[in-house]
């Protein structure tokens, strides 16, 4: 018996609504396009539930992550997070923080004891459950639009290697604002578009592979580079105010980590010399506070239209 391949949909830009792409990339039937309104990097065709298998088999999850949430051993991310703490308690100390798209509380059971009082939301109940279970954490098992959050009950929103994953930016965003004090902070820390279009390019033009799998393009749907993310959080009334290349996240070979080591020093010296996030940053961070809901990407903003390299010095 063969097993009917998992459907795809096409879909329109996320962020702009066109629809009107060129394919830059491809991961099996899955494609990476260029949206032709805003620049946008985002997978079409997609598969029709990207998601899916997070709400699949509680024992899978367990084996994969049991030895971290027992405490056994700690998380290869948890130099990221630490970072990424170490940057937000700066800005804001204290106060109610939510974490959208909480996983198993790896970055939440991270921010315990440092000040803030932390809730999670996220809609895998077996994320969810894990969460409450091995962390205590306060996690909803919930799409942040149905998890009844009040306006303004937030002082901090993180979402950590998620956004990515979402292909309804502009939904989320709303939402994201709505809970939001009016003085209050967001923090995205997403994959690098150009970084992952740079390798992909790097493994099938230099190294001859005609298969590679760099975008992860079953689940991230999204691929922002620094200035796409930027437009789209604007163009959701948000102002980036702070950006930084963080760590890599490593894992794999000891020369990959190696290599994503002296990438990330390069991303760095090239940014702080003005040029930037380029395809050496793995992840872009920022920070961004509520702004103006004026500028809509794409509609009423053309000059948002981006063409690659071109006005990332702004962030
Ligand atoms: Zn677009």
Known sequence: MTVAPPPLV????????????T???????????????????YVSPRLAEPQAHYHGDRDAVLRKYG???RGERGHNRDPNYEQELGVLRRLKPTGRLLDVGTHCGFFLRKARGLGWTLVGVEPSPIGAALAQEFYGLDVRNALLEDAGFSDGSFDLVTMVDVFEHVGEPMTVLGQVRRVLRDDGLLFVKVPNGRYNLFKYRLFRRLMGLREVEIFDAKEHVVHYTAETLRATLAAAGFKVTRAFVPLPIQDGARWKCALRSVAHVLARVQRALGGGFGPLATDIAVVAEKG????????AAPS???RPADSEKAL
């Open 304 to 306: 948002h239209s981006v």
């Open 23 to 41: 394919r830059v990339a491809h991961e099996g039937p899955l494609g990476i396009v260029r949206c032709g309104g805003c620049g946008l990097l």
């Open 67 to 69: 030895a971290i949430l």
């Open 10 to 21: 096409q879909v329109a830009c996320a962020t702009c609504g066109a629809d009107r792409p």
């Open 292 to 299: 103006s809901l004026g500028h809509m990407l794409g509609r």
